[in-house]
């Protein structure tokens, strides 16, 4: 089956940083054991999200920061995935529980047009310091990214593919056609052995014969990461079978 749309993560996903980890490197404990619990389904997201940014309060300075780390870690071959995607006429967006004005940076690098972009605003004082975040947001809760994928229709083109990393995207399965779990980052057992289809390595490679449905490209300019992703898809995985 040849897609016609790809929904990405941000973290851990085209990027190889949790966002708001970097952010809160001072309570780094505390946030890494919150954010692993919720992205391995133990914890709902609304539990430990606003916990998260009370603990980081993350200033307008610290996202231009965090805009600048997620655009330099990008994953490999993320460029090259969206450009081939694109290419082929197929759709890019995004959909993430990260902060917006560092999500947008990703967007913006990738050449994602910002009306294809979903994540949690915030609110900052006139110093620049932190207010709040957008809490009326789906994107804050459990099962949000579904909610927000399905309020996208019908401007969403069908069959749809989401790529991500963690139990929050894995809710989202419903509301496309394929879900592909990339453990090129954090792989998540849990996710794993419930996704349609798994990236092991740290490329993003394989997305473009998958969304192509393994189907050579059309465009001249998607036939390099078409074949590197080909190949990465033909090595066995973690557990001994086919990525």
């Known amino acids: 089956m040849r897609f ?16 708001i980890q970097v952010l809160g490197a001072a309570h780094h404990d505390e946030i890494a054991r919150l954010t692993t619990s919720a992205m ?15 603990l980081t309060r993350p200033a307008r300075r610290d996202l231009d920061a965090l805009a ?12 090259d995935v969206v450009r081939a995607l694109d290419a082929e006429g197929i759709e890019v967006r995004i959909v993430s529980g990260g902060l917006r004005p560092a999500v947008l940076a990703v967007a913006a690098a990738l050449g994602v047009p910002e009306e294809r ?17 957008d809490a009326s947001s789906p994107l804050s809760r459990s099962g949000g990214k579904g909610t927000v994928i399905a309020a996208w229709q019908p401007a969403v083109p069908r069959p ?19 879900f592909v779990a990339f453990a090129g980052v954090v792989r998540r057992r849990d996710v794993v052995a419930r996704a ?3 990236i092991d390595g740290p490329s993003l490679a394989p997305v473009v014969p998958l969304a192509l449905g393994g189907a050579p490209p059309r465009s001249s300019v998607a036939r390099a990461v078409f074949d590197r992703g080909v190949a990465l898809l033909a090595r066995p995985s973690l557990d001994g079978s086919p990525s």
Request: proline share 2%; hydrophobic share 40%; with cysteine.
């Open 68 to 79: 600048e780390q997620y655009v330099s870690t990008l994953v490999p071959d993320a460029r």
């Open 4 to 19: 016609r749309c790809v929904i990405f993560d941000c973290d851990s996903t085209l990027c190889a940083i949790e966002g």
């Open 40 to 54: 391995q389904g133990h914890t709902a997201l609304e539990d430990v999200y606003a916990r998260r940014l009370a």
């Open 196 to 198: 349609d289809h798994v």
């Open 117 to 133: 972009v979903a994540a949690v605003d915030l609110q900052f004082e006139e110093d620049g310091s932190y207010r709040g975040f």
């Open 160 to 178: 749809s593919m989401l790529v991500g990393d963690g139990a929050t995207d894995l809710e989202a399965r419903p509301a496309v056609d394929a």
